[in-house]
């Protein structure tokens, strides 16, 4: 594999490659730090974020007298990790137990990656030698169990699924407790995105909620949030709001190949104070790489 920064294409083309010439050489004055808030802004860090970001930094370069752009620079790039700090190697790992039926379930409005993200995990695992099933629950977008069913085929996992329009609910029950009976050790669970109607939503989780914990036996499991990278802002107030109807344990961050930016992955982390678990970096089932945020703040200042 190539390093990081190199398969992380974008960011580095991106906006914050800028971050370096900005500050090399130069003055540190009211001029750099409105270049600075402008740059962060435009990476879809937010303008709650950057302000907090940029009045901490002037905060530290007082406090500690910093003087040279590179100290400054050195600064910025740790209070930038500091927005991370969900992200440690033992948030992001995906809570899988031997000797158990272990859940994944997967939330997030139609057209962010949902159920391709479903099949990039269903490979990782059954890779790493694990017997996953698929639970096709997103039974109203039209083409959702057809997709998965494809990935199903392609991964070489099984796929439980109904006709479109039927219970969600009922698609999870039958999945878990097959899982369940047969000794699988994932199910990964899809499940339909409506968020126009919130209430709706919030009782259609709560009961998928109710009905893996009575069929699986397990009070904790894995819900991952899948957010498109390239809504920017969007795709904030959509993780704030599963956030407030849904106990997540994660987030998958979809098609960081299709933005220039990326920034935006330092508010929903600290916002949510949850880990990015995964990112996808393309439509291929293997592009969806493990997030390690030391990794990913070393490529974005490189
Ligand atoms: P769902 O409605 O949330 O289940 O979304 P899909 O899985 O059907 O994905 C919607 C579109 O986004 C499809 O065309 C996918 O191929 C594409 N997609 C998903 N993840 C990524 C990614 O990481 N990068 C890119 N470039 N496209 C992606």
Do not use: C
């Not at 879809?44 to 752009?69: C, F, N």
């Not at 996953?132 to 099984?158: L, P, S």
């Not at 899809?190 to 709560?206: F, I, S, V």
């Not at 894995?222 to 709001?241: F, M, P, R, Y």
């Amino acid at each position: 594999l190539k390093p990081l920064k190199d398969r992380l294409a974008t960011p580095k083309k991106g906006f914050f490659s800028k971050l370096k010439e900005m500050f090399l050489g130069k003055t540190i004055d009211d001029e750099l730090y409105e270049e600075l808030e402008e740059l962060l802004i435009q990476s879809d860090i937010g303008m709650d974020m950057t302000m907090e970001i940029v009045a901490d930094l002037e905060k530290q370069v007082a406090k500690k007298r910093l003087k040279a752009s590179q100290d400054v620079y050195e600064e910025l790039k740790e209070l930038l990790k500091d927005k991370l700090v969900y992200n440690t190697e033992e948030n992001t790992k995906l809570d899988i137990q031997d000797g158990k039926l272990n859940i994944i379930l997967v939330v997030g409005v139609n057209g962010v990656g949902k159920t391709t993200s479903i099949g990039k995990i269903a490979k990782k695992l059954k890779d790493e030698g694990k017997k996953v099933i698929i639970g096709a629950g997103d039974t109203f977008r039209a083409a959702a169990i057809e997709q998965i069913e494809e990935w199903g085929k392609r991964t070489g996992v099984e796929v439980v699924k109904q006709s479109h329009g039927s219970d969600p609910a009922a698609v999870i029950f039958d999945t878990v407790k097959t899982a369940k009976n047969r000794n699988f050790d994932v199910a990964i669970l899809d499940t339909a995105g409506r968020l126009h109607n919130k209430r709706d939503l919030m009782k259609e989780l709560e009961k998928i909620n109710k009905i893996i914990k009575e069929q699986s036996g397990n009070d904790k499991f894995e819900t991952l949030l899948v957010i498109d990278s390239t809504t920017g802002q969007n795709g904030l107030e959509q993780a704030k709001i599963f956030n407030e109807i849904v106990d997540l344990t994660g987030i998958i961050l979809t098609k960081f190949d299709g933005t220039a930016k990326g920034g935006i992955i330092f508010p929903i982390t600290n916002e949510l104070k949850k880990p990015i678990k995964f990112i996808g970096v393309g439509e291929g089932i293997e592009d969806l790489r493990k997030f390690d945020s030391k990794e990913f703040v070393e490529a974005i200042f490189s």
